[in-house]
T-cell receptor
Framework: RKEVEQDPGPFNVPEGATVAFNCTYS??????FFWYRQDCRKEPKLLMS???SGNEDGRFTAQLNRASQYISLLIRDSKLSDSATYLC?????????FGTGTSLTVIP | EPEVTQTPSHQVTQMGQEVILRCVPI?????FYWYRQILGQKVEFLVS????????KSEIFDDQFSVERPDGSNFTLKIRSTKLEDSAMYFC???????????FGSGTRLTVV
């Protein structure tokens, strides 16, 4: 079983749409969870941490479901600039495991 | 905003040659990492480094790889004898503690020919 699984997409959505991604993880002992954004041929950039209580940052909402071992990212009112690959990551031991990423394209 | 800097941005090397990839982590960060990403694939963990020693390494990080923090600012990854399959983007990252998100450098694109 893979450490972390993500739907690779691609997700093609119109501007203004709401889109959600999920990411499942296998290690129940994981302590920290994150969403990163990666633009083509660039480094991953931290988008937001994911807390047990759920957290929101502007148009972005992240949630953690420990019982089902997944995290989610919701993007409201999509902008063209949101087009990127979104990576989930979770910490286990001294390393982070990254998902393969979900590709999002926001269409005018 | 503090950043992790990596040099060079692109390195081309012949198979069998040694390469050293350099990184300057954020100055108050204590944990350092190397990851790689083969084109079109996921970001893969290589090694974590804390308190001047390796704290964890992956199966990819075999005897051909080594890391060093030669002074108070640089963090290097050495590949002793490069193979074609080492071609990838290598990202350095640092964090202030074990549970906070990383800050990644902009990467070194290594091409082995």
């Amino acid at each position: 079983r893979k450490e972390v699984e993500q739907d690779p997409g691609p997700f093609n959505v119109p501007e203004g749409a709401t889109v959600a991604f999920n990411c499942t993880y296998s290690n129940s002992a994981s302590q920290s969870f994150f969403w990163y954004r990666q633009d083509c041929r660039k480094e991953p950039k931290l988008l937001m941490s994911v807390y047990s209580s759920g957290n929101e940052d502007g148009r972005f909402t992240a949630q953690l479901n420990r019982a089902s071992q997944y995290i989610s990212l919701l993007i409201r009112d999509s902008k063209l600039s949101d087009s990127a690959t979104y990576l989930c990551a979770f910490q286990s031991g001294n390393q982070f495991y990254f998902g393969t990423g979900t590709s999002l394209t926001v269409i005018p | 905003e503090p950043e992790v800097t990596q040099t060079p941005s692109h390195q081309v090397t012949q198979m069998g040659q040694e390469v050293i990839l350099r990184c300057v982590p954020i100055s108050n960060h204590l944990y350092f990492y190397w990851y790689r990403q083969i084109l079109g694939q996921k970001v893969e963990f290589l090694v974590s480094f804390y308190n001047n020693e390796i704290s964890e390494k992956s199966e990819i990080f075999d005897d051909q790889f080594s890391v060093e923090r030669p002074d108070g600012s640089n963090f290097t990854l050495k590949i002793r004898s490069t193979k074609l399959e080492d071609s990838a983007m290598y990202f350095c990252a640092s964090s202030i503690d074990r549970v906070s998100g990383y800050t990644f450098g902009s990467g070194t694109r290594l091409t082995v020919v």
